[in-house]
């Protein structure tokens, strides 16, 4: 059998997560199975569906189960879900009426959907505190760097004076956005499935207004939150998907600005740790950061699977639920392995502020002509201005004078050219701008 990459020993920690795959492996989902049949016994005892002592036998002898996932597999394959074999297997080790009382009026669906909510919790505890760490670390390169200039870059030309505080900032704020979406979803909307066979938890005698109290009183047993059955209607797990894939990118776009920030010929970020090659010992290679953008791109494709499976019909609709469970465990071990990735590389960056000021003030500081325009434009008008700069930057390019003394020569406009030659005079805006971001990111923070 071939090893898919983030299972495979040979690339584990390139694509894969040690620590989700664990709280995605088939022993964690059993378990988490199990731990929901007990919680659905203890509810049904205590609202008086099932005899209190039932339920106490049931929760009692579960508690130290924990079936062979291999034992399932022939059960599971047959019933396209391993529910059936795994009560199959509870109720061997369970005397009668417990017995008859396991999984009472719940249905293969209810066990699933609400055991996968409680791994999705414990995974995003796991992406929780690995982002905290993330969003600190950048929030400090950006505060120690909020006037450091750099070049901006639009469509991959050098734009205007920025700072590498800025970069930082803008890598950091939409982390810490995400961490904090990802956290009002770990409260909010990882929610219990309780329906019964069809959605009306008939077989537990619901009743009107029964349901949704036996769904709150299950919740509060896990840990998650009460609805009403939402088993066709699969937005709490396409929430999550969304969420999932919104991190990837974000986690990407680091990836992205670090390899081209690390290319040899600009040489403004330098790595903590690179990788090697198999023939080119001066090679640095940004492993960690492709990695981040492989991830990205990866788990961007998988949303995109779920949100296509949305559609289920009727009821229940077997073969979009078997999608789900091919693609969202694929996209929270992609979205950890991209988060611990992203902690490394970013623990490590070394700013070459340097290069950076070379790259800025390079050809003539060319990236000065906006600010150039703006402070002409009172004197001789927009489109005058404009004029003048575009032909000093074409003098400048072809004479390498620095723009500021070919506009000197061109008007006698009473410009400060001193301070349009000086970057780190251009920085107070970009240096501005990080510290709003910096107080947003501090605000998120706080209220996590």
């Known amino acids: 059998m071939s090893d898919l990459p983030p299972n495979s020993p040979l690339y584990l ?45 049931i929760d009692d002898r579960l508690a130290g189960m924990a079936p062979d996932p291999a034992e399932l597999a022939a059960g599971t394959a047959a019933a396209g879900v391993p ?16 017995a008859d009382y396991l999984h009472f009026g719940a249905t293969s669906q209810d066990i699933v959907d609400t055991a996968l909510m409680l791994r999705i919790a414990r995974v995003l505890d796991l992406l929780d505190g690995r982002l905290a760490m993330l969003v600190a670390t950048l929030a400090e390169l950006a505060r120690a760097h909020r006037a450091t200039p750099m070049a901006g870059r639009t469509r991959g030309q050098v734009a205007t004076p920025v700072s590498f505080g800025l ?29 019964g066979a069809s959605g009306d938890l008939a077989a ?15 919740a509060i047993e896990l840990g998650l939150c009460g609805a009403l059955p939402w088993m066709a209607d699969r937005q709490p797990l396409r929430r999550v998907a969304g969420e999932l894939g919104e991190l990837a990118l974000a986690l990407g776009k680091v990836g992205e600005d670090v390899i081209l920030l690390t290319r040899s010929e600009v040489g403004e970020l330098r790595l903590g740790e690179a990788g090697g090659s198999s023939t080119m010992p001066q090679k640095q290679n940004p492993v960690r950061a492709e990695a981040m953008v492989a991830l ?14 949305g559609l289920h019909r009727e009821e229940r609709d077997g073969a979009a639920w078997m999608g789900e469970w091919l693609v969202l465990p694929q996209m929270m071990v992609a979205a950890a392995a991209a988060t611990a990735h992203g902690a490394a590389l970013c623990s490590g960056l070394q700013v070459m502020a340097e290069a950076m000021l070379a790259r800025l003030a390079g050809d003539g500081g060319l990236s000065l002509a906006e600010q150039a325009s703006f402070a002409l434009l009172p004197h001789v008008g927009r489109a005058a201005a404009q004029d003048l700069v575009k032909r000093a930057a074409v003098e400048t ?28 005079a251009a920085t107070g805006p970009a240096a501005a701008m990080t510290d709003e971001m910096l107080a947003e990111i501090a605000a998120l923070q706080a209220r996590a």
């Open 296 to 309: 990205a791109r990866f788990t961007s494709g998988l949303a995109g699977q779920l949100d296509a499976g």
């Open 204 to 218: 537990m005698g619901a009743g009107a207004g029964k349901a949704r109290a036996m769904a709150d009183a299950v």
């Open 13 to 57: 920690s390139l694509f894969g997560d040690a620590e989700a795959a664990h709280l995605l492996s088939s022993a964690s989902e059993i378990a988490s199975m199990i731990e929901v049949e007990r919680a659905i016994a203890r509810a049904q005892g205590a609202a008086g569906v099932i005899p209190a002592g039932a339920a106490a036998a």
């Open 167 to 195: 970069r930082a900032a803008n890598w950091a704020l939409p982390l810490a956005r995400c961490r904090a979406r990802l956290r009002a979803l770990r409260r909010e909307g990882l929610v219990v499935q309780l329906g």
């Open 397 to 424: 390019r072809a004479s390498g004078r620095p723009l500021a003394e070919t506009l000197r020569a061109l008007t006698d406009a009473p410009l400060g050219y001193a301070a349009l030659a000086d970057p780190d």
């Open 83 to 98: 529910v059936p074999a795994l009560v199959a297997a509870l109720r061997k080790g369970l005397e009668r009426p417990a």
